[in-house]
């Protein structure tokens, strides 16, 4: 068996592709394997975000915090990959991105994708190739071409069969790394998680009311997140249009707040009724951020729901909170009250 506790099981051998020329070969190439590249090292950045996204599909479905197994994960890739593991240039289909949006800060690079309509759930279990793809910009920033996940041109050209494409919502991915890469923005998890669209369709999921809500269900919540924007609130579009990559951008950049600190940016997003979009510097550090308010979306419906009358803590609590969290930071003395009270951490009101 593999030391490998997250990397994808083809890549390091301990499952084999199917016999040349059998039923489930067929099936592979219709959905993009080639036979004839080398296999990924799964101790590459290449191989470890496709471990990543293999642990984030599987956890995501095994914790249901998805509606089946939707959503889609995008990974900006630094390091070369061997050309032996990748499409030859001239047979990798060319395409175009929107007409609103270009990435020329992206010019030569790649970029790993799940594929339209692939089950995360799945991404751990089967071949790379037939739930991901990559991506490689060309020089314009506005042309790209497929590396990898795909057949080939002359493939695709002699036989007219359906290509495999990276998920519809890759432009949002690419204008994101493009504009933010340089704040930490190399991985983004999209998520369509189950309670956190049960409760926008209540009372709470009014802009001005829903972070709100689910903060006040953990303590840490705002500590770890009252600095950097809360949620941004995505009021509801189409998934695959170009506007929502503008509007996420803006959302992302907190322009929607206008005392924000310096450089602060967000790191989740909420599509009303869609679900989140979270960044991070890798996979994991991305999904964390969806999975943290999937939690407290589920503690909090769960509890009501179960006749609790569970409550969430008021702004003067949260606000106590935060008074004593940054006092224990900067001194080590206790925070001192108007009337010059001594008070210990998470001494409420």
Not at 298 to 315: F, H, L, S, T, V
């Amino acid at each position: 068996m593999s030391d490998y506790s997250l990397a994808n099981p083809f890549l390091t051998r301990d499952l084999s592709p199917p016999p040349p020329r059998s039923f489930r070969d067929r099936q592979w190439c219709a959905r993009g394997y080639q036979h004839n590249l080398r296999p990924i090292s799964p101790d590459s950045e290449l191989g470890v975000f496709i471990g990543q996204m293999g642990w984030v599909g599987s956890h995501a479905h095994t914790h249901g915090y998805l509606w089946g197994s939707a959503g889609n994960m995008g990974a900006l890739l630094d390091e070369s990959i061997d050309p032996d593991c990748l499409l030859p240039y001239v047979e990798s289909p060319r395409y175009t991105l929107p007409r609103t949006i270009s990435v020329p800060s992206l010019a030569g690079r790649r970029v790993l994708f799940t594929k339209s309509g692939a089950r995360l759930d799945m991404i751990s279990l089967e071949h790379p190739a037939l739930n991901l793809a990559i991506v490689e910009v060309e020089s314009d920033g506005i042309h790209y071409r497929m590396r990898f996940g795909t057949q080939s041109a002359s493939r695709l050209k002699s036989e007219k069969q359906n290509a495999t494409r990276p998920t519809s919502e890759m432009f949002h991915y690419m204008l994101i790394f493009d504009q933010l890469e340089t704040h930490g923005f190399k991985a983004l998890v999209h998520l369509q998680p189950k309670f956190l669209n049960l409760i926008s369709r209540t009372e709470y999921g009014h802009p001005s009311r829903f972070y709100d809500f689910l903060k006040g269900y953990e303590p840490e919540t705002p500590i770890m997140y009252e600095g950097c924007g809360g949620i941004g609130f995505v009021q509801e579009r189409a998934p695959g249009i170009p506007e929502l990559s503008h509007e996420s951008l803006r959302l992302f950049k907190m322009e929607d707040s206008p005392s924000h600190p310096e450089n602060a940016m967000r790191y989740i997003l909420y599509w009303v009724g869609h679900g989140t979009f979270s960044r991070g510097i890798d996979l994991l550090d991305a999904y964390k951020h969806g999975e943290y308010f999937e939690a407290a979306a589920r503690m909090a419906w769960e509890a009501n729901q179960g006749k609790i009358n569970a409550q969430p803590y008021n702004d003067e609590i949260v606000n106590c909170i935060l008074r004593e969290f940054h006092a224990n930071q900067n001194s080590t003395e206790s925070p001192v009250t108007e009337d010059g009270e001594k008070h210990g951490v998470y001494n409420y009101p």
